[in-house]
Structure formats: structure tokens, C-alpha cells
């Protein structure tokens, strides 16, 4: 409980009292969701604003205004409130009593790492796939948002009270493995002394190959030249996705981040799966054969007008019904994606959540509408798209990697700047904003790098608590803590669980990282402070119960930060 959620229940309990008492009248499914608590925007309108009488009172029948004055009068009759205003059409407003919000810091203490937990989920199972790149290559800098985007979703589903299974799906059926296996293939000739190997067209130039050349090597020595292509390129293919698959994981690792289940797209298709799941459409004439109308402009140079296997996508709220099969009688991609996406659902997942690239987002319709049509449910799959990172040192692009020869690497990455950097700055922005990562910036030490901010307020806190005197065991008078800047502070703490509480709503884990930066901007504020005004330091030698209180709030404004820095996947720093 916080003191958010404790004034709704008190507002909405008065709700029911008023129908009961017939004061108001209301429909038997009266709708009650929409109401809030939250802090007002500005400071002068108190410490609590909600919207009750605006949002029930067309259900009520009254006019707002009326209706709030209702609620105005049961809110008086709290212990805990000092003064209730209506404001404009009718928007409450509530002070608190002195010396409420310092009970706060007390509930936060009390609650310690579970400050903030919520069981919004009530343990339903929810599964979200992320990454989920090609196993042709090492994972490039790309990969990283949304890696770090899905991570760091899945521990604020958890922190609400979802069971949640992170999931990677490895696209190994597809024709780009077998270039895989014939590029492997060359680096393995390479490795055995043939000179001159050029890498043609079509085929992957990657230095990274050359690692798969010669475990090819050590493994089969020159066995495999001897061989014909249809004999060897099953065993390549397999073994270089094996060895990309190693190179992923170790990179995720690094990253801080444990994939539950890998699952393969190629597995999916021999077990059969794939042909299941269209059956399963059929069954509920879901599927048809058909002629789809030319794409609206420029035809493309492959498109030719024939008879298809189609899904019936338009009555799930996509543009077009879209194909199942191709000419040659074989699967679509999107077919193999049915399958897996029904797979996920067979596992018990009420839920899905797929992490996608921008690139992708031609692809979001048509998968919700195989989703809805799977499940039965209208909203049952969620697809978050990651935009582009600009990689820039001191303002110049970075563009090229020496492992992999095109591209830059999550590892080159890594290396450069580290875990919590990367982690947390990956989140300074909403996932469906590009966004510039310039290698100079986000390691500085400044005011304008917000990790080193935020990780700056908890080495402060700790600071603080080291240099802290050996204080009587008696619980600490909260109510000395009464200057405006230690109520800003413990207000921002306060709302931590309904920050929680919203982000894992939206899908938007960015938010616990705007949270922490305004909270350690708090934090600084009321430092600084002490600076220029020697009564509010922490800690006063002499005044022990100020002290004693003081302590206690920087105790918590710690917590907090720990607490929102390991939903990120970021260390907190004990000294800096």
C-alpha cells in the first residue's frame, strides 16, 4: 500500500458509502478505473490532487462540482488531512497534515528491497520475446536497445507481479543460414591453406567466420573437401549456428541478461508445427484460397497474380489477407511465425510481447491479427519497436568494426563503455524514439550524463551513511523532517510504487529511468542545500534527533535507487 492507492481506496469507499446511503445514484457496473491520486503539478495546489468527481460524475448523475464536494466532505474526516479545496470544474485537492509525508520514509525503510513490488500481475504468465537476431553473426550495437529494452521489461513484469518467461527465437530455417554455411564453408578452405579465397556477392564477409573456419578445421581436418555440397552444407550449417549461438549468448551475458528458453524455428518446422497451426486456422475457416489484389503503385518485379493459400487477416484488423504458402508449395516466413506464435500460447502465456526493430514494423498488423485469431483475444499480442542508435564519438559517426567488418558490435560496444552505461542510457529514451549514443558523452562525468547522475546520488547516500555517528536505537522523530526540499525529496520517494505501477501498465520501462534522475536531482537539491544553509545538513553534531531523522531519509532515498537501478539491470555504486 502507498498513499497514492490508500487515498484512492479511501475516495472510492466513500463512493460506495454515498450509493449505499443514497445520496448518489449509480449503475450496477459502475466503472471506477479511472480514477487517480497522484501529485499535483504545481506545488501550491497541496500534496494530492484527483480526479474522482470528474471522471464518476456523469455515472453519478451530479455535476462534477457537486460530486467533489461530496468527497470533500468524507475526506475531512481523515485524521491525516489538513485541508481540501475544490478547483475549478471540479478537481480536489489535498493538503496533508504536518508531518504525514515523513511517514513515508518509515513505509519505505519498513519495505526495504520490496519497496515498490505490486502484484498488478496476480501471477499471470506473460512471454516476451527480444533479440531474437539471425544466427549469421555476432549481435551488432542495434541489438542492444532492444535487448536492453526487453531485460529490463521483463524484471519491471516481475516487480508487478508477472510470471514472466523471456524468450529468444533463433530464425534458422531460413535461406540465410545456408549463405551462413557456405561462407563458413570458404573461411574453412581458408583455414586449410587455400590462398586467394574471395568472398563473393550474397555471401557474409565477416572476420568473425574465420573463428568458425578453423574450429571447422580442428574438427573434420580436410575430410569435408572431399564431400559434395548436399552432404556437407546440413553439417556447416549447423555447426556455424552453433558457434553464433555461443557468440550471442556470451555477448547477452555480458549484457546481464539470461534468456529462459531458446527457441528454433527449425525445430518448429520439422516437428510439424507449422502445418498444425494452419490446420488450427482452417478448422475455423480462417484459411482460403485466393487471389490477392497488385500492390497499390510500382509493381514489384516478382509479384505475379495466382491462386494462394491466405489467412484471413482483414477480419482481424490488417490491410490485406496475407499468404500462407509460396509458389513452390513451401511455407511462408509469416506461416513459420503463426506456428510460433501458437507454440507460445500452447505454453500457457496469456500474454505475448514481441521486441521487434523499426524495420519490422510493416510486419506488426499481420502477427496481431494471426495472435487474435489464434487466442480469441483482440489485444493478445503486444509488438514494441525499437528505433534506430546513432553510434557517435565526440560527435562523429562510428560506423565499421574490425571483428566484423561492416557493422559495430554489441562486444565493441561493451568494451568501450561498459554494462551500466550502456544499460541505462539505452533507456534514457522512449524505445520508439531514435536516438544518438555518443561514446564521449555518456562516459563523462558530469551533470549531463544521466547515469553517472543517478549512480552519483547513491554513492552520496552511502557516503553519508558511512560518515554517520553511532546513534541511539530508538526510532527517529520523521516528523523534524519538515524543510520543503526534504518534502520534495520524500514525496518523489513516495510515488516510486506508482511509478512502478504505470510503467508496467504502458510497457515502458524508460520511465523508472526518468524517475530516478528527477529523484536524484532531489537528492543533489537538498545536498547542495546543506551547503549554503549549515541547519540542514544531514548530519549535525549536537542535534541528534535531527540527525537521526536525517539518516533515515538518506537510508531510504538509497533503497529506492538500488531498488529502481537493478529493475534497469544497472549497478548501484557505493563510491565514485
Known amino acids: ?35 487517480v491520486v497522484e501529485l499535483p503539478r504545481e506545488e501550491s495546489h497541496g500534496d494530492l490532487a484527483c480526479n474522482a468527481a470528474m471522471v464518476l460524475s456523469k455515472q453519478a448523475g451530479m455535476k462534477p462540482r457537486d460530486l467533489a464536494e461530496l468527497f470533500a466532505e468524507a475526506l475531512r474526516k481523515r485524521g491525516d488531512v489538513a485541508e481540501v479545496e475544490i478547483a475549478g470544474p471540479g478537481f480536489i485537492n489535498i493538503r ?14 519498513n519495505a526495504g528491497r520490496d519497496y515498490g513490488r505490486n502484484n ?15 544466427p549469421t553473426g555476432p549481435l551488432h550495437a542495434a541489438h542492444a ?8 521489461l521483463a524484471n519491471l513484469m516481475e516487480w508487478s507481479g508477472y510470471s514472466v518467461c523471456r524468450e529468444y527465437y533463433i530464425n534458422d530455417a531460413g535461406a540465410q543460414v545456408d549463405v551462413l554455411a557456405r561462407s563458413a564453408y570458404l573461411r574453412y578452405r581458408e583455414a586449410l591453406g587455400e590462398a586467394d579465397i574471395k568472398i563473393p556477392d550474397g555471401l557474409y564477409p565477416g572476420l568473425y567466420l574465420k573463428e568458425v573456419g578453423s574450429a571447422l578445421k580442428e574438427q573434420y581436418g580436410d575430410d569435408l573437401l572431399e564431400k559434395s555440397e548436399a552432404d556437407i552444407l546440413p553439417l556447416i550449417r549447423t555447426f556455424a549456428i552453433d558457434m553464433m549461438m555461443k557468440s550471442i ?14 527457441s528454433s524455428e527449425r525445430a518448429l518446422v520439422e516437428a510439424g508445427k507449422v ?70 500460447l500452447s505454453r500457457g502465456s496469456a500474454r505475448l510481447i514481441d521486441i521487434w526493430g523499426a524495420d519490422h514494423g510493416g510486419y506488426v498488423k499481420r502477427m496481431q491479427a494471426a495472435v487474435a485469431a489464434l487466442s480469441g483475444e483482440k489485444n493478445a499480442l503486444d509488438v514494441r519497436l525499437c528505433q534506430l542508435v546513432n553510434l557517435m564519438d565526440q560527435g562523429k559517426p562510428v560506423k565499421m568494426s574490425k571483428r566484423a567488418g561492416t557493422f559495430v558490435t554489441l562486444s565493441d560496444v561493451l568494451d568501450s563503455v561498459g554494462k551500466d552505461i550502456l544499460r541505462f542510457i539505452m533507456l534514457t529514451r522512449r524505445n520508439d524514439q531514435s536516438m544518438d549514443f555518443d561514446y564521449a558523452k555518456v562516459t563523462e562525468q558530469s551533470r549531463e550524463n544521466p547515469v553517472f547522475y543517478v549512480q552519483y546520488a547513491h554513492a552520496r547516500a552511502k557516503s553519508v551513511l558511512r560518515q554517520a555517528p553511532k546513534m541511539s536505537e530508538e526510532n527517529a522523530d520523521l516528523s523534524l523532517l519538515s524543510d520543503e526540499a526534504e518534502l520534495a525529496l520524500i514525496k518523489i520517494m513516495a510515488s516510486y510504487p506508482r511509478v512502478v505501477e504505470a510503467a508496467a501498465d504502458a510497457h515502458e520501462p524508460h520511465r523508472i529511468a526518468f524517475y530516478l534522475n528527477d529523484l536524484a536531482a532531489a537528492f543533489h537539491s537538498l545536498w547542495n542545500k546543506g551547503r549554503d544553509h549549515p541547519e540542514l545538513k544531514f548530519i549535525i553534531e549536537g542535534h541528534e534527533a535531527v540527525t537521526l531523522a536525517r539518516l533515515n531519509m538518506v537510508e531510504a532515498t538509497a533503497l529506492v535507487i538500488r531498488s529502481g537501478l537493478a529493475m534497469l539491470g544497472v549497478s548501484a555504486a557505493e563510491d565514485m
Request: glycine share 8%; net charge negative.
Open 96 to 109: 496533508l497534515t504536518e508531518g504525514r509525508w515523513a511517514k513515508d520514509v518509515q513505509a519505505i525503510l
Open 249 to 262: 549468448q556470451s555477448d547477452l551475458a555480458d549484457l546481464g541478461i539470461k534468456m529462459d528458453i531458446y
Open 145 to 152: 536497445r532492444g535487448a536492453i529494452f526487453g531485460d529490463a
Open 275 to 344: 502445418a498444425a497451426a494452419i490446420e488450427s486456422l482452417e478448422k475455423d475457416n480462417l484459411v482460403y484460397r485466393g487471389v490477392l489484389e497488385p500492390p497499390k503503385g510500382q509493381l514489384p518485379d516478382d509479384w505475379e497474380e495466382r491462386e494462394q493459400l491466405l489467412f484471413r487477416a482483414t477480419d482481424f484488423g490488417d490491410d490485406i489477407d496475407r499468404p500462407l504458402q509460396k509458389s513452390d508449395g513451401s511455407w511462408t516466413y509469416f506461416a513459420s511465425d503463426v506456428a510460433y506464435h501458437l507454440d507460445k
Open 1 to 35: 500500500m502507498n498513499i497514492f492507492s490508500d487515498f484512492e481506496d479511501y475516495i472510492l469507499a466513500s463512493y460506495d458509502e454515498l450509493i449505499a446511503a443514497g445520496s448518489i445514484t449509480a449503475p450496477e457496473a459502475k466503472d471506477t478505473s479511472k480514477v
Open 120 to 134: 498488478t500481475g496476480s501471477g499471470a504468465s506473460i512471454n516476451i520475446e527480444f533479440v531474437s537476431a539471425n
